[in-house]
């Protein structure tokens, strides 16, 4: 950009972030196996085995049980990568710390792309924990949306899902809707973090990265041990470009994610209705 583009512009101190979303999908999920992951590393995910009940007699309690567990594969197989610069004319002008606050932006979008990938992972479930296809969509609205849910809930608890720890995932649409049933209106909160009430022990969160196949929408209840994820910052540097008079940073991320308990999760596919 041209020097003279700055002389007659007064720089506000203060930056002016983008609109964002609220990112969800994220917090939701079991995210134990954080830690020193590379791309291209796989982490091993251990499960329980059953174990045989029987009656205690004379006989006592025979010889133990050889439990016969599973293993998962959780493969870091994603890799975002970011490199932006401020020039050094930029920076004097603005009087603001622009690097470091390109960099808070940087790490929302970062966040905000694991979350879509996080949102994805539904295409395993389990096919009895689903309403609806894609051919054949149920129809919402604010008369059945609330009971839509009581039915994706059920659903878990047929799966033996705990029910403390459960989720759903809204669309806007979603919570409009609900918003106009009084079963759900006795909840007012609505923070930050995209919580909005409940539907029995379903913990309702709003966002929108909930996944779309053409115009339907899949809404998306779980528990939160059924998706594993596994994030890392891999690298960061600061650095000068050599045909630049700027500063510049560059990192990247890598993750992996894997629905771990397919029946874990239930899947609503929905067609909003319009609603005047």
């Known amino acids: ?76 197989d994603q890799a975002k990568y970011f490199n932006f610069k401020v020039d050094d004319i930029d920076a004097a002008q603005a009087n603001v710390n622009l690097l470091s606050g390109q960099l808070k932006e940087v790490s929302y979008q970062l966040a905000d792309v694991a ?8 295409t395993g479930v389990d096919p009895k924990n689903t309403m609806g296809t894609d051919e054949d969509p149920m129809r919402i609205d604010s008369q059945n949306l609330y009971n839509r849910l009581v039915s994706l809930n059920v659903k878990l608890s047929e799966a033996n899902v705990p029910k403390q720890g459960r989720w759903v995932v809204l669309p806007e649409a979603g919570h409009g809707l609900l918003q106009k049933d009084p079963r759900f209106t006795k909840f007012p909160e609505v923070l930050y973090d995209g919580y909005i009430g409940n539907v029995g022990s379903l913990r309702v969160f709003t966002s929108n990265n909930c996944p779309t196949v053409g115009d339907n929408y899949k809404i998306i209840a779980g528990h939160s041990s059924a998706i594993s994820f596994a994030s890392q910052i891999d690298k960061l540097e600061a650095f000068r470009p050599e045909k630049f008079f700027a500063d510049a940073i560059k ?26």
Do not use: C, R
Request: proline share 3%.
């Open 1 to 76: 950009m041209a020097y003279e583009h700055f002389v007659p512009v007064v720089w506000s101190t203060k930056l002016n972030e983008a609109y964002k979303k609220s990112l969800v999908f994220g917090n939701l999920v079991n995210t134990d196996y954080q830690g020193d992951v590379k791309h291209g590393n796989t982490v091993k995910i251990n499960s329980f085995g059953n174990v045989t009940i029987g009656d205690y007699d004379e006989n006592g309690v025979g010889e133990p049980e050889q439990i016969v567990g599973s293993q998962t594969e959780l493969k870091i």
């Open 251 to 276: 990192g990247l991320q890598v993750y992996g994610g894997k629905l771990v308990k397919p029946k874990g999760i239930a899947v609503l596919t929905a067609l909003f209705m319009n609603e005047l």
């Open 115 to 122: 979350d879509q990938f996080i949102a994805n992972l539904y």
